[in-house]
């Protein structure tokens, strides 16, 4: 029996089509999970406020879950864990993305409004578009100044060039993981080298108390990899990557036919029995 449900949102529990908003079929599926005495949760790499819009203000849909990529775990509406980037090793990647001159380490402010960030470089003017990326508001630093609970590199050029930086990243700075959030997003996260929202997944099962084989995980790109690995009923949306499909045990619907909804209504359906969803017999 699944007792716990965690999913990336974009490309996975929400089509992009959807612009990020959950439809009212998510809605009701969520509610039909929480309804049965189950838990839900996003995984993703907004901060908690930066979902309140996604689930129309409704806060049941988000009192659990995993934020900024697994390094702000919530339960019940509570923060049970936070997870810090250090200075040292993000001022190494504004460096070397100064160096490059090309794309910036922005960092966030996981009290305030999702895409409120300072770019970190020496060279203001180099940020001043924003590399294109829609940011509500920001501003740049010569240095990072405190550790951080939200960060990525905005990268510019084909996923190909992105794909280069990436690895210059992981050889220069192994203190750091650097994953892309989704297949086309510009961007490369950044967590503490070995922590990712597979982590956050298993400090959630802890805190509730459930074994690994009643959590089920939901994803379709290089950052969920890490949760659909280590949790053994690990769920890839049909339109996920060729890794994280390789990585999952289960497949459903594609995200454009909102194939998490119907899982998650499956699953709260078996619930009343004690037994598997039926995609997973």
Same mark, same amino acid.
């Given at each position: 029996?699944?007792?716990?449900?965690?999913?990336?949102?974009?490309?996975?529990?929400?089509?992009?089509?959807?612009?990020?908003?959950?439809?009212?079929?998510?809605?009701?599926?969520?509610?039909?999970?929480?309804?049965a005495g189950l838990h839900f949760g996003p995984v993703t790499g907004r901060t908690p406020p930066g979902v309140e819009n996604t689930?129309?203000?409704?806060?049941?849909?988000?009192?659990?879950?995993?934020?900024?990529?697994?390094?702000?775990?919530?339960?019940?509406?509570?923060?049970?864990?936070?997870?810090?980037?250090?200075?040292?090793?993000?001022?190494?990647?504004?460096?070397?993305?100064?160096?490059?001159?090309?794309?910036?380490?922005?960092?966030?402010?996981?009290?305030?409004?999702?895409?409120?960030?300072?770019?970190?470089?020496?060279?203001?003017?180099?940020?001043?578009?924003?590399?294109?990326?829609?940011?509500?508001?920001?501003?740049?630093?010569?240095?990072?100044?405190?550790?951080?609970?939200?960060s990525n590199v905005h990268v510019t050029g084909s996923r190909e060039h992105q794909e280069e930086i990436q690895q210059i990243l992981?050889?220069?700075?192994?203190?750091?993981?650097?994953?892309?959030?989704?297949?086309? *997003?510009?961007?490369?996260?950044?967590?503490? @080298?070995?922590? /990712?929202?597979?982590? #956050?997944? !298993?400090?959630? +099962?802890? $805190?509730?108390?459930?074994?690994?084989?009643?959590?089920?995980?939901?994803?379709?790109?290089?950052?969920?990899?890490?949760?659909?690995?280590?949790?053994?009923?690990?769920?890839?949306?049909?339109?996920?990557?060729?890794?994280?499909?390789?990585? *999952?045990?289960?497949?459903?619907?594609?995200? @454009?036919?909102? /194939?998490?909804?119907? #899982?998650? !209504?499956?699953? +709260?359906? $078996?619930?009343?029995?004690?037994?598997?969803?039926?995609?997973?017999?």
């Amino acid at each position: 029996m699944i007792k716990l449900a965690l999913t990336d949102l974009d490309d996975t529990l929400i089509p992009l089509a959807h612009r990020g908003s959950a439809s009212e079929r998510t809605i009701e599926a969520i509610h039909a999970m929480l309804d049965a005495g189950l838990h839900f949760g996003p995984v993703t790499g907004r901060t908690p406020p930066g979902v309140e819009n996604t689930f129309h203000g409704d806060a049941r849909c988000y009192a659990t879950g995993a934020f900024a990529n697994g390094q702000i775990v919530m339960l019940d509406g509570e923060v049970i864990h936070r997870e810090w980037c250090p200075v040292e090793p993000l001022q190494k990647v504004a460096d070397i993305m100064d160096e490059l001159g090309e794309g910036a380490l922005a960092l966030y402010d996981v009290d305030g409004p999702d895409l409120s960030a300072w770019f970190v470089s020496k060279d203001p003017k180099r940020c001043e578009n924003g590399f294109g990326w829609k940011l509500r508001s920001y501003r740049t630093e010569p240095r990072v100044l405190a550790p951080v609970l939200k960060s990525n590199v905005h990268v510019t050029g084909s996923r190909e060039h992105q794909e280069e930086i990436q690895q210059i990243l992981r050889r220069e700075v192994p203190e750091l993981d650097f994953v892309f959030p989704s297949q086309t *997003a510009p961007l490369i996260d950044v967590t503490p @080298a070995g922590y /990712g929202k597979g982590s #956050a997944a !298993l400090i959630l +099962a802890d $805190a509730l108390g459930i074994d690994v084989n009643e959590v089920a995980t939901f994803g379709d790109s290089e950052n969920d990899l890490t949760m659909l690995s280590c949790i053994p009923n690990s769920v890839a949306v049909a339109n996920g990557s060729p890794e994280a499909k390789a990585a *999952a045990r289960w497949e459903c619907g594609a995200s @454009a036919d909102e /194939g998490v909804a119907e #899982a998650l !209504l499956q699953i +709260a359906e $078996a619930a009343s029995t004690g037994e598997m969803p039926a995609f997973m017999r």
